[in-house]
């Protein structure tokens, strides 16, 4: 029996909501005014953006002693018309003129880098023209003198960090591996980035997520490797354009782990629903969230040392209720579990909690404190209702239980038409979908039995299900509807 006293809320009846933290509950509030959006689909943006910009300057410790990013991967599945691009322009305004900045600045520096390679380069030759190859101990000074020199070799300059929209596999490690490994990967016509050769590699990913070394291995280029990057996803896509990210996807994507890391959010259509009243909205509290997005990657970018983040804890009250709750998810992937069937889903979320709780509670100033209980509690309902639509989504039951379930709402239909006695052998040629042979029939009528008792009796030598058994015995009835030949 579950004895924890904080558990995993499951009922589904959890709405995202922000509160601990005003700056992404404010740009929420005027997203959602501006663009009419599902709320889900508004909140899952807010927060992914907040990643981005807090991913390079924070790490989260879990009450388990490990260290993990705070970077997030978001879908977000909505169809054409509810507003994906307009959302994502808002939220991204901070990042997109961060880049922009961060972007000039290194051109700048590129053409500065390759003024003084061509003096470094032109220096060394110098050198070399300088000695007598001939004389031997000429030789030796040369060599001394090149090393000197290549003390003063011009440093390559660094992107601070790096936005991809669409990209291959070797330029997002590529670029990792050769700047600093902050990274954003988003586009708001997600279609497009699902359909990349980047998605062909989704284990890499799935590393970078986790904090893990990448290593490259190139035939002609050298090999090299990603260490300790961060990455925020975000995929806003069509469920068309899922679909067939999955019929031609090379990667095992559930098999490999690749989707258990993902936010999820499928919500109900606001289209239809929106009005128009011809007034100007106020942007006031997405220029303070942008601004705020824009400087949290300012001063992760002025780090002396890109890895020395920020360590964000729990308070020993929160490390409790987190590990509770750990327990809890782990209690309900047991069979008849609501993660029976979702348990790579499952594995993830204390750790994808931890992530969310530390952005909640670091994002409007970086704190000294230890992340409260109540920080920790508003994480935990966010990523219940993105568990649910992750559920909703991606779960697939055993055939033997969707079966069931087909065949118990069929006994309901037969038992509404006023029958109560079903041929056994009726059921192959008139029952649902997926119990027309008897070994399929038989998993189902096992595994509905325990659910929801039904009666077998036996009438000259037919078998008989009893749809009502525990009313009296009603031969007449039982007659009456063997009669029938169809069953209707």
């Known amino acids: 029996m579950n004895h924890y006293r904080y558990q995993f809320p499951i009922d589904g ?20 005014t501006i663009t009419q959006a599902p709320d889900p689909m508004v909140y899952l943006a807010t927060i992914s953006a907040a990643s981005v910009a807090l991913q390079g300057g924070i790490d989260v410790e879990l009450p388990t002693g490990k260290v993990a990013p705070v970077s997030l991967m978001s879908l977000i599945i909505a169809e054409s018309g509810e507003r994906k691009s307009s959302l994502e322009n808002l939220l991204t305004k901070g990042i997109k003129s961060f880049h922009k900045e961060s972007t000039g600045r290194f051109n700048d520096k590129v053409k500065e880098y ?14 070399e023209k300088s000695f007598n190859m001939e004389d031997e101990g000429a030789v030796e000074e040369m060599v001394h003198a090149l090393l000197e020199h290549e003390n003063d070799a011009p440093k390559k300059p660094k992107l601070k960090s790096l936005s991809f929209e669409d990209s291959t596999v070797e330029a997002l490690l590529s670029g990792l591996s050769e ?6 990967l988003g586009s708001s016509e997600g279609g497009v980035l699902l359909n990349s050769r980047l998605m062909s590699h989704t284990a890499s990913l799935n590393a970078i997520w986790s904090g893990d070394e990448v290593t490259v291995s190139r035939k002609t280029a ?6 300790d990057a961060r990455l925020t996803i975000n995929i806003m896509t069509q469920w068309s354009a899922l679909e067939r990210f999955f019929k031609r996807g090379k990667d095992d994507v559930r098999g490999n782990g690749f989707l258990s890391r993902f936010l999820v959010c499928a919500p109900e259509s606001n289209c239809g629903f929106r009005q128009s009243y011809g007034v100007e909205y106020s942007l006031e509290d997405l220029s303070v969230f942008n601004e705020r997005l824009s400087k949290l990657l300012t001063q992760a970018s002025e780090l002396p040392d890109y890895t020395s983040r920020q360590i964000v804890r729990f308070s020993n009250e929160a490390k409790q209720v987190w590990i509770d709750i750990a327990n809890d998810i782990e209690f309900k992937m047991a069979p008849e579990g609501v993660f029976e069937h979702v348990k790579d889903h499952a594995s993830k979320l204390p750790e994808n909690i931890a992530r969310l709780a530390a952005i909640i509670h670091s994002f409007d100033d970086l704190p000294e404190e230890d992340i409260s209980k109540a920080a920790l509690l508003e994480a935990v309902d966010l990523m219940a209702y993105f568990s649910g639509e992750f559920i909703k989504v991606f779960a697939m039951q055993p055939k033997y239980k969707q079966d069931a379930e087909n065949l118990y709402y069929w006994f309901n239909e037969q038992a509404n038409m006023g029958v109560r006695y079903v041929k056994r052998d009726k059921l192959l040629q008139f029952g649902p979908d997926g119990t027309r042979n008897k070994k399929s029939l038989d998993l189902a009528l096992e595994y509905l039995k325990v659910k929801e008792p039904f009666g077998e009796i036996l009438f000259k030598k037919t078998k008989v299900i009893d749809l009502f058994p525990n009313n009296l015995y009603d031969e007449s009835k039982l007659r009456e509807d063997l009669l029938f030949d169809v069953v209707h």
């Open 13 to 32: 009846g959890y709405s995202p909501r922000v509160e601990h933290s005003k700056l992404i509950t404010n740009a929420f509030n005027e997203a959602k």
């Open 222 to 227: 050298g090999s090299f490797t990603v260490e």
């Open 114 to 127: 390759s003024i003084r390679e061509m003096l470094f380069e032109k220096r060394k030759n110098q050198i």
């Open 179 to 184: 700047h600093i490994p902050n990274a954003y």
